[in-house]
């Protein structure tokens, strides 16, 4: 029963991580996406289009990063803190 535990809990991990995965792949597309349009509108005449397509592009792939980060490190667990072992108390019978 402990080994189908810890199988379900490396399965969840692997399930996770390709999440993960797909949606950093996703993001990147939709960022190189917003890119490549705002350069082409800005080599047709626009811009400020352009750059304003290009910056939504670039500051969203960088405040993700940035939030991300952020909230893993919010969802940390407080680490104890370690004291020096001390010898077990003597009881007086």
Known sequence: M???AINADIE????????GRVGQF???VI????IVSGTYVALRG???AGVA?????ITTIVSTFIWGRTRKEENKPPQPETKPHQ???KSKR
Do not use: D, V, W, Y
């Open 2 to 4: 402990e080994e189908k």
């Open 12 to 19: 969840g991990m692997r399930r996770q991580f390709a999440e």
């Open 26 to 28: 996703c993001a990147l």
């Open 31 to 34: 960022t190189i996406g917003f």
């Open 46 to 48: 626009q811009p400020l």
């Open 53 to 57: 397509l290009s910056g939504i592009g």
């Open 87 to 89: 010898a077990p108390k």
